[in-house]
């Protein structure tokens, strides 16, 4: 829990050009922070604090309807699309609908939170405007949708029943480059992972930095099953439950850490914790862990890259399971 906020910060939250409006965002502002005694939150206050040149909500209902219309008029499902566009918004975590695609989401979001297009339209140039704003959401949804059909056409191997899957699932804590995930679900896909968990703002398949993810992925991110998360407590909690006889191993430098190549994986099935590129897995679950194992590191850095990381644990687990049972066997 957040334990201190600024003024700043409380004014761009609920400000129309950052989010859906006002009056939803309010109640959503308390739910989401704690403030510190003496620190005035009632409504009255902090909306007169905001700018005097912000969109008002009669403004905004205006574009909207008028937007809506001309998406009908395509056949675009504009309340649907509304929904996603609310839902990118209040957490930005989940990432953007993937029915619509982030261009598409954002487009809509822009008309109508826009401060470039003035405040008050004629009744002819502010049709126009929506008519064109809704032109260009048809062409973004029909791209991605080409893009989708363009991955299941020339994928190498569109078939997730191809794979050969071991008792192996990674943990990914707050990790911050959609690129090292994007690469790790590739090593994940090659090495018969048979589960990718995320958490927190660690970008994923249908969530946030989807696109970056995939242009390192190519692919895997669609042949690797994966969960999301809130919380690091969350994601231990759903394994705990669904897959108690794995052990859960962090892969961190500390005291109690033992070399990954002298640690016994059990056969019945790992866990691989990998946490945030600079700050490490979560201190607050290091005790709920079954093993922590570490990489011997022989430079001035005290740790790889966890992309790089994630191999090399993941090779080590499959050689101690032997090579002929792992071409012999596979486990979902």
């Known amino acids: 829990m957040i334990q201190s906020v600024s003024r700043r910060t409380v004014q761009a939250f609920l400000s129309p050009r950052s989010s859906y409006h006002y009056n939803s965002r309010f109640p959503l502002l308390h739910r989401c922070f ?8 009632n409504e009255e206050n902090v909306s007169t604090s ?16 008028r937007l809506w219309t ?8 504009a309340q649907e699309l509304d929904q996603a566009a609310i839902s990118s918004l209040e957490d930005p975590t989940m990432g953007y609908d993937n029915r619509y695609g ?13 401060t470039k297009q003035p405040t008050s339209f004629s009744t002819i140039s502010a049709t126009a405007a929506a008519n064109r704003c809704a032109r260009q959401i048809q062409f973004l949804l029909n791209r991605h949708k080409s893009h989708q059909a363009e991955f299941v056409r020339h994928h190498d191997t569109p078939q997730q029943s191809s794979r050969k899957t071991f008792p ?3 943990l990914l804590d707050n990790v911050r480059s959609a690129f090292n995930v994007g690469s790790i679900f590739r090593t994940a896909d090659a090495c018969g992972v048979s589960l990718v968990v995320t958490v927190g ?38 394994l705990r439950n669904e897959k108690s006889d794995y052990q859960i191993i962090g892969m961190e430098t500390t005291e109690r850490s033992q070399l990954y190549s002298n640690y016994s994986y059990p ?66």
Not at 70 to 77: A, F, G, P, T, Y
Not at 215 to 229: D, N
């Open 34 to 41: 704690s403030f510190p005694s003496g620190t005035n939150t």
């Open 50 to 65: 905001l700018n005097n040149d912000d969109i008002t909500k009669e403004i905004f209902d205006e574009r909207r309807n």
């Open 70 to 77: 001309s998406l009908q008029e395509l056949e675009i499902d």
């Open 102 to 114: 982030k261009s598409a989401i954002r487009t809509y979001r822009s008309f109508l939170f826009s």
């Open 168 to 170: 192996i699932i990674l």
């Open 201 to 238: 703002i660690t970008p994923h398949p249908e969530g946030s930095g989807q696109e970056k993810l995939n242009k390192s992925a190519l692919g895997a991110e669609r042949l690797v099953p994966s969960v999301h998360f809130a919380t690091t407590r969350q994601a231990l909690e759903f």
């Open 267 to 332: 056969a019945s099935g790992v866990v691989l914790l990998l946490g945030n590129e600079v700050t490490g897995v979560d201190t607050d679950v290091m005790n709920d862990l079954d093993a922590i194992v570490e990489i011997p590191m022989y430079g001035a850095k005290n740790s790889l890259n966890i992309a790089a990381c994630a191999p090399v644990v993941l090779y080590e687990v499959l050689r101690q399971w032997s090579w002929s049972k792992c071409e012999g066997e596979s486990n979902g």
